[in-house]
């Protein structure tokens, strides 16, 4: 009979946040922890079929200053901020520039919901509205999905697994979950792991207001518009965003000296198996309770989840009743629970990335970021603690979960734990 292999313990060594209201990732937790929306109003379109809707986006960013010009000309923005989330996660990391050749041991697992869309929404308006008749040579490699994950690779010398992950919401959390496994076995010793989408094409935001699932909002009221387990809730607000996480064994990262900021301890996926919209209860348990055996963690052990809370009226109400199924009725009464896409909006594949790195950094802070806007709460999302109006101080916390649960019933939690190697 074979031997089984040691499993290595994985952890997480940098970390990066993109926030429209701009500064390091330190500051956009802040800004997490404070409650402080980066929700406005954001108008689109034109006379013809333009629009206004609560977005998070950012203002024009000077790629080319950062990137240069010959990977702007290349590059869709979902790649482009990808590459700078990979940017500052891997300084943090203290990892050097890549030798001549590449790394067979190191590698990327990127999610994206949506790639490269705006390229070809822009080449469908530039054929039927403008009269072109030739679009850029770039067009397919701007365009498809594993270009954020091609450029990551080629600019870090990363020459083992690539893989790309388009798992709607969970999209990210599933390419950090699939790397962590990839390091865990043994087969990878270092491996880049994130999320990037800019979901705010006309396309794509006259596709959600179809239906019915955007949260309305003006001047006045967009930067509150969305409210995870509110009763008032009305629906998800669209963000544009990336983050990235650099995962390494514990060997790997203790032999170069490296600041460990967490340990990822386990991962859980599931498939609900049942409807294509509507979240199902069972899948989402079966999710968490994969994610705690595989970190080998007790219920008791869990001192915050950072829901996945789209504001919809299903959808948080689901996930409260399936984190009181998976923990038991009494303790999830004594879970802190809160959904940051108050604040941040729902960045579709890059979603799981961002709530991770906040997860990581409630951990590693001992502060629980609450549930923006909150005021109110549904009884139908009763049940867990919830954390409002303000962070709440956790210094002995010793272990987080972060949630994604997305269209199609593909669930993936992901299990952290602080630690002080």
Known sequence: MAESRRQSRVVVTGLSILDPLGGDTNAVFERAAAGQSSVR??????????????????????????????????????????????????????????????????????????????????GYRAFWKEGRKRLSPMSVVMGMNNAAASQIGIRYGL????????????????????AYERIRDGEMDLMVAGGSDLPLGVGVLRAWDAMHMLAPGDEGSAH??????????RGLVLAEGAACLVLESLEHAQRRGAPILAE?????????????????????????????TDAKLAHDAIGYINAHGTATT????????????????????????SATKAVHGHAMGATGAIEAALTVLA????????????DRLDPACEGVDHVRHEARPAPDIRAALSNSFAFGGSNAVLAFTRTDA
């Open 159 to 178: 020459g083992g697994r690539s893989v790309t992950h388009s798992v709607a919401c969970a999209s990210a959390a599933i390419a950090i979950g699939e």
């Open 314 to 337: 299903e959808g948080d109400a689901i996930e409260v009743r399936a984190i009181r199924e998976a923990f038991g009725d009494t303790r999830a009464e004594r879970l802190p629970v």
């Open 41 to 122: 109003l954001f108008r689109y379109g034109d006379e013809t079929i333009g629009g206004c809707t609560p977005a998070v986006y950012f203002a024009p960013i000077d790629f080319e200053t950062r990137l240069g010009k010959a990977t702007c000309r290349s590059t869709d923005p979902f790649a482009r901020l990808a590459l700078l989330a990979t940017d500052e996660a891997w300084q943090q990391a203290q990892l050097t520039r890549p030798a001549k050749e590449p790394d067979p041991r190191a590698g990327v697992h990127w999610g994206t919901a949506l790639g490269g869309i705006n390229t070809f929404e822009n």
């Open 224 to 233: 509150g518009a969305c409210r995870p387990f509110h009763p008032d809730r």
């Open 264 to 292: 990822l301890a386990g991962y859980g996926a599931s498939n609900d198996a049942n409807h294509v919209v509507r979240p199902d209860q069972r899948g989402q348990v079966r999710a968490i309770q994969a994610a705690l």
């Open 363 to 374: 951990l590693q802070q001992g502060k629980l970021p609450p549930t923006a806007h909150l």
